[in-house]
């Protein structure tokens, strides 16, 4: 499976971005597929994840309520639809699948947990 993640960009805090996550090959119903994040200096960060399958979400406690994550299982595309953007949200943020996502375990919050990543792409937030 390769992923490729696209819609960075820079915007001005308290606007949107919309980040796609294409994936290439199959992505079978037992996967999940994650957001993550990067900030200079700081290690890489769980953002939202979602199940191939049923499409249950999950979100970091920083991004609940502002970001959400969505799939086409037909286009084999994750979305990650971000508002109410924050300077400290500007970070590289990455996909990944995971092919043995369980939506009930806390790992699904580890990047150790995940099998595929595409390249990230960057957001930058302006104050």
């Known amino acids: 499976v390769q992923l490729q993640a696209y819609g960075g960009g820079l915007v001005q805090a308290g606007g949107s971005l919309r980040l796609s996550c294409s994936a290439s090959?199959?992505?079978?119903?037992?996967?999940?597929m994650g957001w993550f994040r990067q900030a200079p200096e700081k290690e890489r960060e769980f953002v939202a994840s979602?199940?191939?399958?049923?499409?249950?979400?999950y979100y970091a406690v920083s991004v609940k309520g502002r970001f959400t994550i969505s799939r086409d299982t037909a286009r084999n595309t994750v979305y990650l639809q971000m508002n109410g953007l924050k300077p400290e949200d500007t970070a590289v943020y990455y996909c990944?699948?995971?092919?043995?996502?369980?939506?009930?375990?806390?790992?699904?919050?580890?990047?150790?947990?995940?099998?595929?990543w595409g390249h990230g792409t960057h957001v930058t937030v302006s104050s």
């Open positions: 990944a699948a995971d092919r043995t996502y369980n939506r009930f375990s806390s790992a699904n919050t580890r990047p150790t947990q995940y099998d595929y």
């Open positions: 090959g199959r992505i079978f119903s037992n996967y999940g």
């Open positions: 979602i199940s191939w399958s049923l499409g249950n979400t």
